[in-house]
C-alpha cells in the first residue's frame, strides 16, 4: 500500500495540465489527473470508479468508495483549473515550486491541492472499519460548464448524505452562495435609410425599451428578494455591454445586449429567465422585432444550506469559524439535488486562485488533514 507522499503527489498533480475553458482554443481533457487519482485510491483499498462525461470522451469523473453502508461523507473536488498566463508566473505553473513556505502551480490551491489533504486525512482510517462509507470525488470542467457536475446530477451519483466541496475558503465553513446566470439579448430588425423610419424596423429603439424593462426587473427583484447572510443582501443585475448598428444615418438592423443577473437562496435561474422572457416579448412584438434570450453559459444556480443541518454544525465546530457565504459560485448545488447536506470548505484563499504565482500556504496543511478527519471520525465511524 505504498503511495507518494502529499508534497509529491500535489507535484504530479500540477505537472498534469488540465485546464478547462469555454475556448476550445484552451480547453484540455482531465483524464490524466483522473486517472492518476484513481491509481493512488486503489492502492490505498477504494472501490474506483470512473465515469465518463456522456458527451466528451476526453473529461470524467472519479468516485472513489471507502467502506460500505447507509449515508457517507463525500469529500469533492475539481481536477480542471483555469488557463494562466505561463509568461507572467515567477516559476513554471506547471512545476511544484516551493518558496516562502509555500506551494505555488497552477490549481495549488484551486483546487488540485485539496485531493492529497483528502487523502492523507482518509490515509488514517484505512484499517477502521467505516459505519458509513468515505467517497472521495474528483470532477472535471467545474471551471467551465460545469459538466461534471451536472452529469453527477443526472446519473445520480454520489449517493451519501454529506458532501464537503473543498475550495479554498481558508478553512471556513461556507453554506450559501449566490446563483450566476449570463445571458444575451439579441433582437433583430431591419435595416434602412434613416430619414424615413418607416424603412426599417429599429433593433436599438427596441433595446432601448428592453433595457428600460431590465431595470425595471432588477428593481422588482430587488425589493421582494433579500437575504441577510450575503454582504450585498439584494440580487444583482448588471447590464454589461452592448453591441449594435454601425452607422447613424442607417436604422439598426441588430443589436445585442448582454447581462448577468445573480440570485440570492430562493430564486432560480429557470424561473428567472422564464421571467425575462415573458417581459421582453412584447417589447419586441410592440417594435416588430425578432426576439432571442441565450444563455451565455450553463449557470449556477443560488446555494444555500440550513444553518442548523448537522454537518454544517459539525463543521463550525471542528473549524471553530461560524459559516458564512461567498461570493463565487462551487457545484453546491448539484450535490444538494443529490439529496446531501453541502457545505464548501477547503484549504487556500480564492484570493490567489485563477491569477499568476497562485500558491497554497504550508501552514493551512496540517489543519486542513485534521480538520477533514474530524469529519470523517463524525460522519464515518
Ligand atoms: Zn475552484
Not at 28 to 48: D, H, K, P, S, Y
Not at 145 to 166: C, D, E, N, T
Amino acid at each position: 500500500m505504498s503511495i507518494p507522499d502529499l508534497k509529491t503527489q500535489l507535484a504530479e498533480l500540477i505537472a498534469l495540465p488540465s485546464i478547462s475553458s469555454a475556448s476550445p482554443r484552451h480547453d484540455m481533457g482531465n483524464l490524466a489527473v483522473i486517472e492518476r487519482l484513481a491509481q493512488w485510491l486503489e492502492t490505498l483499498g477504494f472501490a474506483v470508479r470512473i465515469l465518463p462525461l456522456p458527451d466528451n470522451p476526453n473529461k470524467a469523473n472519479l468516485l472513489a468508495t471507502l467502506g460500505t453502508g447507509p449515508g457517507g461523507l463525500v469529500l469533492a473536488g475539481h481536477t480542471d483549473t483555469v488557463p494562466c498566463d505561463e509568461q507572467l508566473w515567477d516559476s513554471s505553473p506547471f512545476t511544484l515550486s516551493e518558496r516562502d513556505n509555500r506551494f505555488y502551480g497552477l490549481g495549488a490551491t484551486d483546487m488540485k491541492g485539496f485531493f492529497p489533504i483528502a487523502i492523507e486525512a482518509a490515509r488514517t482510517f484505512l484499517d477502521t472499519p467505516l459505519k458509513q462509507p468515505l467517497m472521495i470525488l474528483a470532477t472535471a470542467d467545474e471551471e467551465s460548464s460545469m459538466a461534471g457536475a451536472r452529469a453527477l446530477a443526472s446519473q445520480g451519483f454520489p449517493k451519501a448524505r454529506y458532501a464537503v466541496i473543498g475550495e479554498p475558503t481558508g478553512l471556513r465553513p461556507i453554506r450559501m452562495h449566490k446563483g450566476i446566470m449570463m445571458e444575451a439579448v439579441r433582437l433583430q430588425g431591419r435595416s434602412g435609410h434613416s430619414s424615413d423610419p418607416a424603412l426599417g424596423r429599429s433593433a436599438l429603439d427596441a433595446m432601448h425599451d428592453v433595457m428600460t424593462e431590465l431595470v425595471n426587473l432588477r428593481k422588482a427583484l430587488q425589493s421582494r428578494y433579500q437575504h441577510s447572510g450575503f454582504t450585498l443582501p439584494t440580487p444583482t443585475l448588471n447590464l454589461g455591454c452592448i453591441h449594435g448598428g454601425d452607422n447613424p444615418n442607417r436604422i439598426c438592423g441588430q443589436c445585442e445586449l448582454q447581462f448577468d443577473l445573480r440570485g440570492v437562496p430562493g430564486m432560480h435561474n429557470d424561473e428567472l429567465r422564464q421571467q425575462i422572457r415573458q417581459r421582453l416579448q412584447p417589447i419586441a412584438d410592440l417594435h416588430q422585432v425578432n426576439f432571442e434570450l441565450v444563455d451565455l453559459m450553463p449557470g449556477i444556480e443560488p446555494f444555500e444550506q440550513d444553518a442548523d443541518s448537522d454537518l454544517v454544525k459539525a463543521a463550525e465546530q471542528l473549524s471553530g469559524h461560524q459559516a458564512d457565504a461567498v461570493a463565487f459560485g462551487t457545484e453546491a448545488g448539484f450535490m444538494q439535488q443529490l439529496g446531501m447536506e453541502t457545505i464548501v470548505m477547503g484549504p487556500g484563499s480564492i484570493d490567489v486562485a485563477h491569477q499568476p504565482n497562485e500558491y497554497l500556504a504550508h501552514e493551512q496543511i496540517v489543519p486542513a488533514v485534521e480538520l477533514l478527519r474530524g469529519l470523517i471520525k463524525r460522519f464515518c465511524l
